[in-house]
């Protein structure tokens, strides 16, 4: 009984294994990109963001001025796995393939904000541009990531100046580049775009 079990094993493997062909091999099938880049900043960047930037904190009030940092060993974990989101993130958002958005997605304010095609056709006309701006942010994550490790609220003070600078300059170059207001307020804070 047991070596016709082993027989009709091994007969398994061989058939399983002799019935793959380079159109069922995974490694030779393109994997289609449905999420888009706006999909990955609504559903990661953005939540990370969100959550570091409310992690420190200067609050000013009638008891006076205070600071809100991460305290506890979990709290800079927590922290520390949102600088990890935005470290990954830009790896998934200029994968090839990636559209920017839908084109079922529509803008909110189009006299400041571009439409998806208009956003496509400016990572399609200089990729490497829309790459190295995804770096500066994977660089300002690392910054973060070394504050946590370091449990340096200054220098985390610093690496979410730099996260922010890194979201503005890639919006203002592809979101709202027609919004004038946030271009003078990026230049006056040294954001470039």
Known sequence: MKIRNLVLVASLVVIQGGCTDAASDPKTLPIPRTATIKDIMDSHVDPAGDFLFESLQQIADDKGVRQKAPATPAEWAQVRHQFTVLFEAPDYMVMPGRRAAKPTDRVEFPAVESQPEEVQALM????????????????????????????????????LGGIDKACEGCHLHYYYPKDMRARQAAKEEGVAY
């Open 124 to 159: 399609d006309a200089n990729r490497d541009d829309f790459v190295r701006r995804a770096r500066v942010l994977q660089s300002a994550a690392v910054a973060g990531i070394k504050a946590v490790d370091a449990r340096d609220t200054t220098a985390l003070l610093a690496a």
